[in-house]
């Protein structure tokens, strides 16, 4: 004789099937930002020749053709994300110059790039790479040079008031930026001294240069030419 096996429905029942977690779809917006965001990290570390698409789309958790799909390839990642930090760094640079003395703005210009440099470290050492693709928005020389153009017209200001030629004022400029851009780079990896202590020694060597600054300043050695 058969006995017939009770089984409890409850077992089959739908509402103890395992539910699956939901993975939230992302917007094209933010699968951009995503990717932009990831590139940015892997470019700092790795360098542009260091990093593959393969690694970007992994780390996103998305197949190659999506990178594709929205900057079409590691190079038009690449300049996107060059293009953001350079745009950045000369927002920070040109939207501290607010004081009045000219002693105090070069301390605000000094700030503002060891700021960006604490702030957006990566974003920092991917500018100061040699672009290994033509970039349409310039390079770290072509930026430092913008910058400079918004400080030539203050020297120029400066030099008028002195009764110096303002026509040397782009090269003085050059010269102000090119100085505080090459500590930052060095500030980068050493990060000593403090922040603040690196902008006081700037200004010091350029304040107390141009404080003395001859109109026509003469060479004392034998070459002349």
Request: charged share 30%; glycine share 2%.
């Given at each position: 004789m058969m006995v017939a096996v009770a089984t409890d429905s409850s077992s089959t029942s739908s509402n103890d099937k395992p539910r699956r977690a939901r993975r939230t779809r992302m917007t094209g917006a933010e699968r951009r930002q995503q990717l932009l965001e990831i590139g940015r990290t892997l470019f700092a570390e790795k360098g542009f020749e260091g990093t593959s698409v393969e690694e970007i789309a992994a780390k996103a958790g998305v197949s190659k053709p999506v990178v594709y799909e929205h900057f079409g390839g590691k190079e038009g990642l690449y300049a996107v994300v060059v293009?953001?930090?350079?745009?950045?760094?000369l927002d920070m640079v040109t939207s501290s110059l607010t004081a009045g003395h000219p002693r105090e703005l070069c301390e605000q210009a000094a700030f503002a790039l060891l700021d960006y440099i604490e702030?957006?470290?990566?974003?920092?050492?991917?500018?100061?790479?040699?672009?290994?693709?033509?970039q349409s928005t310039g390079s770290f020389a072509s930026l430092i040079s913008?910058?400079?153009?918004?400080?030539?017209d203050i020297l120029g200001r400066e030099f008028k008031s002195r009764g110096f030629d303002s026509k040397l004022a782009p090269l003085y400029a050059q010269a102000l930026v090119g100085m505080v851009a090459l500590t930052g780079q060095w500030w980068l990896d050493v990060r000593k001294p403090r922040k603040s202590e690196?902008?006081?020694?700037?200004?010091?060597?350029?304040?107390h240069g141009l404080d003395g600054l001859e109109q026509k300043p003469r060479l004392i050695g034998h070459r002349k030419n």
């Open positions: 293009d953001r930090e350079m745009r950045r760094l702030e957006y470290t990566d974003g920092f050492r991917i500018l100061v790479r040699d672009s290994p693709i033509p913008d910058i400079a153009t918004q400080v030539e690196v902008a006081a020694h700037l200004v010091n060597l350029a304040w």
